[in-house]
């Protein structure tokens, strides 16, 4: 019996995605500083977060050091060996993200330099014949941005907005998808409701401010961004979950859904509504929502940090997302899987879920795994493996994996067989 074959559209864009902090190195930012004093801290808290079986498999996660960046994956110096290596996966698109510290270290005062870096490594992409996809603010930000409030500074719209119009007016020629912000649900909820990232503010209000802050931030990107380029498609990287409730009849339980889908999903799309030329989408939670809000997933197979492989929960979000009528790209879809035994078939699954809501009316145009090579993963530090590229971060050797052939071959037919 033949396999049977699902093609993707036409000119569909297939890629990796990375972030600048978490693969370039030598970065001075907000999370450079705050993981220097929290790095104890962090290792002393895994002996208790984190399960036995991640612990044994993973020891590094109780060592402090595992949580201090330093030159990461040294991608700034290896950034053509890294997209050579994504050219073999026969990717023809790639997203990265351009490091704000770096363009602006001091407040209104841009460094030619560092869009001088920026301006190659797009030249390279192109030379690859990838297309870029260009993400402005990846979680991270300039030190002077948080002494000054960080998102619930009321003039953060116009330092960003600066910014992004001051890298397109440079770069604008070389990129024409722009994401102003990286999953700003995600960074609002751990930096400013449970405070437990950086600037590690903690309440309701400071998050609500958060969001309008941002939202706004981006507007203004936007309609910046388009005077400068027309040629600019500008999105948001949104992180959307799929939330259903945990017991089917339980009004309650509903209840506790709908809460979980107006912040967690749709209120920054609302908020930003009108300013959208495409859709980006996060695809990495399935959550089964018992009132008030505890979770009661069935984990029949999880990533190595735990998280729910769910692959039919994309497709939910995609029909959801189909009333929007907007292209949508899935700006990152992936898990930590060291040893590689659960990624092809993870794939597959997604891709086919992705299939499905394209087969039923939903303009899906790309899909961007995360993440090209292993990296730094924020507060977890070195230890999860997100990689299609292993990394050896003692001699920083790339090791493609098993799953990596598998992507190049869905990528040269552009289809996947079942």
Excluded at 38 to 50: G, M, P, Y
Excluded at 212 to 225: G, M, P, S, V, Y
Excluded at 242 to 255: Q, Y
């Amino acid at each position: 019996m033949k396999p049977k074959i699902l093609k993707f559209p036409k000119n569909f864009y297939w890629g990796t995605a990375t972030s600048a902090y978490q693969v370039e190195g030598g970065i001075r930012n907000d999370w450079s500083e705050w993981e220097q004093r929290n790095a104890e801290r962090l290792a002393q808290k895994a002996k208790s977060h984190w399960q036995d079986w991640q612990i044994k498999n993973f020891p590094e996660m109780l060592k402090p050091g595992n949580y201090i960046c330093r030159k990461a994956c040294d991608h700034y110096n290896r950034f053509e060996e890294d997209f050579d290596l994504a050219k073999k996966m026969n990717n023809n698109a790639h997203r990265f993200s351009i490091e704000w510290s770096r363009v602006e270290p001091e407040e209104g005062k841009f460094n030619i330099k560092a869009v001088g870096y920026y301006r190659k490594v797009l030249q390279a992409l192109r030379k690859q014949g990838m297309e870029p996809f260009v993400t402005l603010c990846h979680y991270a930000t300039p030190t002077w941005i948080v002494q000054k409030g960080g998102l619930n500074n009321k003039k953060f719209p116009f330092y960003f907005s600066r910014y992004a119009e001051f890298v397109v007016q440079n770069l604008g020629n070389l990129a024409h998808f722009w994401l102003t912000f990286n999953e700003p649900n995600n960074i609002i909820g751990n930096a400013y409701l449970v405070g437990k990232w950086p600037p590690q503010k903690k309440g309701p209000l400071s998050a609500l401010r958060a969001y309008k802050i941002t939202a706004q931030a981006h507007n203004q990107a936007f309609d910046k961004i388009h005077r400068v380029s027309k040629e600019a498609k500008v999105g948001i990287a949104n992180m959307l979950n799929f939330n259903e409730p945990h017991r089917k009849n339980s009004i309650l339980d509903k209840m506790a859904v709908a809460v979980a889908d107006y912040f967690g999903n749709k209120k920054i799309l609302n908020l930003t509504k009108g300013r959208h030329d495409f859709l980006g989408v996060q695809y990495y939670f399935h959550n089964r929502i018992k009132f008030p809000y505890k979770i009661r997933n069935e984990n029949r197979e999880v990533s190595d940090l735990g998280w729910e492989i769910y692959p039919e929960g994309i497709y939910h979000i995609l029909r959801w997302l189909k009333e929007y009528n907007l292209p949508i790209y899935i700006t990152e879809n992936g898990l930590a899987d060291a040893k590689d035994k659960k990624r092809t078939k993870f794939i597959i699954d997604h891709l086919k879920w992705v299939h499905k809501a394209i087969e039923e009316g939903v303009d899906v145009r790309g899909y961007f795994h995360w993440s090209l090579i292993d990296n730094f993963e924020w507060d977890k530090g070195f230890w999860p493996r997100f990689g299609l590229i292993e990394i050896d971060y003692k001699k920083l050797k790339r090791i493609p994996r098993p799953s990596s052939k598998i992507y190049a071959e869905i990528c040269k037919n552009n289809a996947i067989k079942l």
